[in-house]
């Protein structure tokens, strides 16, 4: 058997394959690169590398493979005893994988070593950043199973480069394999995996360095790239929350694995992963559609996830609107003001305020005990989003009763001054407003955007004042 292998799926990569190929040649028994059908030019690199080191084994397929399907060619491929991932674009320090299998080879009770130190290039080789792991190698090394994962989960967000360690491949054949996706898996999960076999050891000699090939993106904008690298090329309306819900769904199914869906260990790693991620969605990809084939036996798993996120995603939004609110409402005219209840209806925030989405918006709040046989006021700063026909209409109740109806002819920021007779508050001073749009528009409907939020009034702001 041999004892180190590395993997190198590249597509496109003339630009650094050369780099990356000569800082692993010497350093690795095997080298298996798949490449996915590059037209650039990379192809002739790799050739001629293959040509000269006969511990190259170089692949170039027909057609894009998309990057899962290359990932499990490659995997197939691997022989030896330890096994390390790389791209076509990245670097590692010389004599780094057997300094990384020298620590293997005298702990048996680690699953994988990793750098320590992380450098981040730009695509000109400039430095981009420097990273180092000190806060995660104790707990890694933990004899407690609970704390490895937990040390991942509470640091999903941090630079994920470790992945491209030295692995055990007896222990990588076992935990490679996709949990949630037929064709596709995340390195966070491969990670998390290998946390539950053993301990993972930090490598103080190896440095790796990560490229960053392509322009820095939006959050938005690089959840739909990663979505058409990974997914299949003929696989349409991809949703670009597949990677976030695989790793979501994919931490969970590997807790009730190790724990059991009931136990008490599975819930606590769940809801610190959960509250970890849940803002990386946006309230179009919390569904099922355009996502992945799942992996047989597993729908009725993503389903009941979907729904319980989707709540949490909600219940999120409705505590971020409250202080959002709340945050309008303190000011010196509303001393009189004690609590938020509840806050519905409401899309996201933007720079200028909300708008509503349905026919219903509600916003429910106490008032404190000194406004008792008083009335209030409301005043409204808003805008209305116009039908096709040019038309906006709403009508606000308070506690159930109507107390106001408004005909709309205009997109302009109006004002509003609504009162609230004390006779319709209750005896716990709470007053549940709710605003009843009448003609509810997505700007899909009216070919402005693919938005298929239905509109009707953007808040500006809501200011609550009693009668002077």
């Not at 190896?206 to 690298?229: G, H, L, N, T």
């Not at 709040?365 to 040019?390: P, Q, S, T, V």
């Not at 004002?415 to 716990?428: A, F, G, K, R, V």
């Amino acid at each position: 058997m041999k004892r180190i292998s590395v993997t190198i799926p590249v597509y496109n990569e003339i630009k650094f394959i050369q780099k990356t190929l000569e800082s692993v040649i010497g350093d690795a028994d095997e080298i298996i690169i798949g490449d996915n059908a590059s037209t650039d030019g990379t192809s002739d690199i790799c050739q001629s590398f293959a040509n000269r080191y006969p511990e190259i084994k170089y692949t170039r397929h027909k057609e894009n493979m998309g990057a899962s399907g290359n990932g499990r060619f490659i995997n197939n491929q691997i022989t030896g005893k330890y096994v390390r991932k790389m791209g076509g674009h990245d670097m590692i320090s010389i004599g780094s994988n057997h300094s990384m299998a020298n620590i293997l080879d005298k702990n048996l009770e680690a699953v994988m070593v990793y750098p320590n130190y992380i450098i981040a290039l730009n695509k000109d080789y400039s430095f981009r950043y420097f990273y180092l792991y000190d806060d995660l190698k104790k707990e890694l090394v933990s004899d407690s199973i609970i704390t490895r994962l937990n040390c991942l989960v509470t640091n999903c967000w941090c630079d994920a480069s470790f992945y491209f360690g030295l692995y055990r491949t007896d222990v990588y054949n076992i935990v490679r394999y996709p949990r949630i996706f037929q064709n596709s898996n995340t390195d966070r999960i491969l990670l998390l995996s290998f946390a539950a076999k053993g301990k993972m050891l930090a490598d103080e000699k190896s440095i790796f360095f990560r490229m960053y090939p392509r322009e820095d993106k939006q959050f938005e904008e690089e959840k739909r790239r990663v979505a058409d690298m990974v997914l299949s090329p003929s696989m349409n309306n991809k949703n670009p929350g597949f990677w976030n819900f695989s790793i979501i769904a994919g931490h969970y199914d590997l807790f009730i694995e190790n724990f059991g869906e009931n136990n008490e260990n599975t819930k606590y790693l769940f809801n610190n992963i959960i509250n970890n991620r849940i803002e990386a969605f946006n309230e179009y990809e919390l569904t099922m559609e355009g996502m992945p084939p799942v992996v047989p036996g597993k729908e009725k798993f993503c389903n009941d996830l979907m729904v319980l996120l989707k709540k949490k995603y909600n219940e999120n939004k409705d505590i971020e609107r409250k202080k959002n609110l709340e945050r309008s409402f303190i000011h010196d005219d509303n001393l009189w003001l004690d609590s938020i209840e509840s806050v519905k209806g409401f899309s996201k925030d933007e720079d200028w305020g909300t708008w509503t989405d349905g026919f219903e918006a509600e916003i429910s709040f106490y008032m404190k005990n000194d406004i008792c046989n008083k009335d209030i006021n409301i005043e409204l700063k808003l805008k209305a989003f116009l039908n096709n026909d040019g038309r906006q209409a709403f009508e606000i109740f308070a506690n159930a009763n109507s107390i106001g109806k408004y005909e709309i002819n205009n997109g302009d920021l109006s004002d509003y001054l609504i009162n609230i007779p004390s006779n319709l508050i209750t005896n716990e001073n709470k007053i549940e407003v709710k605003f009843v749009i009448s003609f509810p528009t997505s700007p899909l409907e009216l070919k402005i955007s693919n938005d298929n939020r239905k509109l009707g009034l953007g808040f500006v702001s809501f200011s609550i004042y009693n009668e002077r």
